[in-house]
């Protein structure tokens, strides 16, 4: 692994320098580049496609009944009738809808506070980052899905509730993350001359460290959207749903405990959780393939919900996450 | 060079520093937030403001919020968790009687999963590039990505035939010896178990894969087999010791994840555990319940953070 002095010589290649390409064009390189990437890309970018359009392609309404109860499938009912006689197959593609809309909306809310945090921390360093990290290895050990019922529960389930508080509640993970990379980011050479040559911080930080880091943001954000839709059918299973919507999570709960496992009624039950899952894979597949372009060393450890807290210290992890970036590039 | 005892007087104090917080955190979130327990309560239909002032009175809510705090705390410090509106009996002791049901299903669930992912994670990191390695990965990320619930009912439609779906044993055996009640009791126990450890698995799978296949790249596997030891050999003797290390953190990271799943698996398969206290607390509104069972996860979970922490140092030199 390469010394942290290497990084100082000028003939080092990757970041030592001010990149040839933006970062944010390899992450799109790494997408079209990586099979799986890509393959979660096209899923990911047709299951939102089809919530976009929902009204457009959905058979029936779903605030109406069309038929008998629990019907099979049939050539009418592509995926049969729920147990108040609503098309399944209408209520999966508006279901959906609210799904993404809860994981994409959550998720920028996670992102947007992660980035701020780690970037701080890792910039400021000192007391600051001391108070901040320690206020995110509290937000590592505790349960969150029962602080989410919890807050969730008081504050009123309403969409923009749950949302509010999937989103201030995940954070965690891309502040960690962004903060190490700031920090090994902070001593090299370009950022240390920007700063001799009399740049401010604000500077610094949007020009020269913001653009490094948004690989690795875009890679948690993927890798945070299924972790909020996950939570969001959790919690609606829960009874913390919003009652007036529809979402995947309602749907899998309605099959819950309205009797579609004891009637046998599969067809209500089956497809709301196989969406899930798909939804979460490709999300997955994404951040996976961004983050190992990025850090092959990394493979596939970063599919842990919670990344674990690997041997070395801060310091020796920064050095391997940059020889890895360094490894790619040579 | 910090000592060793250094270092656990450290994780002790963090340990303790985390629990103050959650038991601040408890404490605040049910009164600052709109809608918070004593506020509903006085709600009743038709009730004056005299009902409104008595309860106040009666919970301490017309003390200044820190004498509040102060009260609570002298509360908890007595094991006093209060009394839970819906069943009328002193929290703890409901609690303590579900958490003695969570345990077994968690460990279950838990060793299950550690076993079967490692075995995997193994395969997958040593056959690299064979069939056997898409075999363990593909259902790994499969059953990672799973709604934990879902995948309870969909083992209740494949199995609820022949498995019990329901409930911590059978309320109908008639008169049952010691045998026939642990039967009865572990036949319960399969399904949620199961579902708990397929979503639990999957995660090490991946990280031990992962890390087994960074150990062998490292230097002395290579020399070990340019010595010449058989590759099994290398296994055990090299690879597997550092390969599953961090699985024990990631274990302890997990905990928060685990419970989280727990209180899933316990509401769809209706196992009265603390996860399906939290799940009747928020249909039946009741707070101090929910606030009891709250506390006793985030304690459970930053104590086996705690353990795992020591059993990770005992086991990794390196760390100071």
Partial sequence: MAAPQIHELPSAEGLTEAPASSPMAKVWRAMWGNKTAFVGLVVLSVLVILSIFAPLIAPYPINQQ???????PSAHHLLGLDDAGYDVFSLLLYGMRISLLVGFSATVIASVLGTLIGVVAGYRGGVIDNLLM??????????????????ADLWGATLFHIIAVIGLLSWTMTAIVIRAQVRSLREYMFIRRARATGASHTRI??????PQVMPLVVANTVLNISYAVFTETALAFLGIGDPSQVSLGTMIEFGFQR????????????PPGLLVTIIVLACSLIGRGIETTFNPRLSLAHLSMRRPRLIPGPGASQNSRAGGANGTSA | MRSK??????RIAAAVGTLFVAVSMNFLLFRILPGSAAVSMARVPGAGPGLREALTREFGLNHPLYVQYVLYLW?????????SFYYHQPVLGLLISDLGNTIPLVLLGTVFSVIF????????????????EHLSVVPALAFYATPVQWLGLMLILLFGSVLPTSGRSDPFLFNPSFMQESLSVLNHLILPSLTLGLVLYGQYTLIVRSAMLETLCEDYVLTAKAVGYTKPRILRAYALRNGILPVISVIALSAGFIVGGAILVETVFNYPGV???????ILNRDYPMLQGAFLILTVSVVLCNLVADLIYFRLDPRIT
């Fill in chain 1, 259 to 270: 009797g579609a496992i004891t009637d046998g009624a599969w067809w209500a039950i089956v």
């Fill in chain 1, 66 to 72: 069309v038929g008998q109860p629990f019907s099979p």
């Fill in chain 1, 134 to 151: 320690r206020l995110t290895d509290y937000f590592l050990v505790i349960p969150l899905l029962p602080l989410m019922i919890v807050v």
């Fill in chain 1, 205 to 210: 930080i949007v020009q020269h460290i913001l």
């Fill in chain 2, 5 to 10: 005892s250094d270092y656990i007087l450290r």
């Fill in chain 2, 117 to 132: 992912g490692v075995l995997t994670g193994v395969v997958g990191a040593w056959l690299r590039g064979s069939v056997f």
């Fill in chain 2, 75 to 83: 509360q908890l410090v007595h094991l006093n968790l209060a009394v």
């Fill in chain 2, 275 to 281: 996860g399906l206290a939290v799940y009747n607390a």
